[in-house]
C-alpha cells in the first residue's frame, strides 16, 4: 500500500497530449478559448514546478522566517489576484477593505485549524502549515472574487432601486440589504456544493493525494473533514467581512450613493 507509483518524463507527456487533444477539440467547435487553456496549463506548470523546488528547501530547512514569508507572499497574490480578476474598475477604498478582509479572515482561521484543531509542533512547522494555509487562502480568494464580482453588479444594476430606498427612508444598510445577500450566497455556493457531493461524487484532492501516499483512508477522512470545516469557515469569514464592508464603500458621509463609484 506504501508503493507509489512515480510519473515518469513519458506519462507527463503523455497528460500534456491529452490537454493537446482538449485544445484541438475546442479549436474545431471555434469556442475561442483555446488561448486561455494553454496559457493556463502552461502557467500551472511553471508555477508548481518551482513551489515544488522551494518546498523542498523549505521542508529540509524548516524556519519561522521561510513560513512567514511564503504566507505573507501567499496573501499578496491572492489579494492581487482578486483585484485583477474583477470584471469592473474597484475604488481605492473596496480595494482596502478586500485586502483587510483576506489577511483577517483566512489568518485568524489557519492560526485557529493550526494550533486549535491539528496543533502542530513547532508552529511553524511547513509540512503542515504552508498546504493547509495555501487551501484556506487559495478557498477564500475564490469566494470574495465571486462576492466582489456580485456585490459591484448588483449595486450598479441595481442603483435605481437603491435609490429609491433611501428616498423613502431607507439606511444603506436596508436599501443594500438583498444585493448583500445575493453576494454572499454567490460566493459560499461554491464551497457548500463542493461538502454535499464531497465522498460520493467526488474524492478531494487531499484525501486522495494522503491515500495514494499510503495514508489510511480513515485518518485522511479525518484530515479531509477537517480541512472542508476549515475552508467553509475560512471562506464565510472572509466572504462576511467583504460584504458587509465594501457595500459602505458605495455611500457617502450623508448615506448617499455614490454615483461614480
Known amino acids: 500500500m506504501n508503493d507509489i507509483i512515480d510519473l515518469s518524463l513519458m506519462q507527463m507527456i503523455a497528460a500534456y497530449i491529452f490537454v493537446i487533444i482538449l485544445l484541438v477539440i475546442v479549436k474545431f467547435k471555434k469556442i475561442s478559448r483555446e488561448k486561455e487553456i494553454f496559457i493556463s496549463s502552461l502557467r500551472m506548470t511553471i508555477q508548481l514546478i518551482v513551489t515544488g523546488y522551494i518546498l523542498v528547501y523549505v521542508f529540509n530547512s524548516p524556519s519561522p522566517l521561510y513560513t512567514i514569508l511564503i504566507l505573507i507572499i501567499m496573501e499578496i497574490f491572492a489579494i492581487y489576484n482578486i483585484i485583477k480578476r474583477t470584471k469592473t474598475k474597484l475604488s481605492s477604498n473596496l480595494k482596502k477593505i478586500i485586502a483587510f478582509s483576506m489577511i483577517f479572515g483566512t489568518l485568524s482561521c489557519i492560526l485557529y485549524f493550526l494550533f486549535v484543531v491539528v496543533r502542530i509542533s513547532p508552529w511553524y512547522n511547513p509540512q503542515y502549515f504552508i498546504p493547509i494555509a495555501g487551501m484556506l487562502i487559495g478557498n477564500s480568494m475564490t469566494g470574495i472574487s465571486l462576492g466582489v464580482n456580485r456585490l459591484v453588479d448588483g449595486m450598479q444594476s441595481h442603483k435605481h432601486l437603491i435609490e429609491g430606498a433611501l428616498m423613502l427612508g431607507a439606511t444603506p444598510k436596508i436599501a443594500a440589504k438583498q444585493i448583500v445577500d445575493n453576494a454572499f450566497d454567490s460566493a459560499i455556493l461554491p464551497t457548500i456544493n463542493s461538502m454535499v457531493g464531497m465522498g460520493i461524487v467526488f474524492l478531494p ?57
Open 205 to 261: 484532492g487531499m484525501m486522495t493525494g494522503q491515500i495514494l501516499s499510503g495514508t489510511s483512508p480513515v485518518t485522511a477522512i479525518n484530515y479531509q473533514i477537517a480541512i472542508m470545516l476549515g475552508i467553509l469557515g475560512s471562506v464565510s469569514l472572509t466572504v462576511i467581512l467583504f460584504v458587509h464592508l465594501g457595500y459602505k464603500t458605495f455611500f457617502n458621509d450623508k448615506d448617499q450613493l455614490i454615483s461614480n463609484q
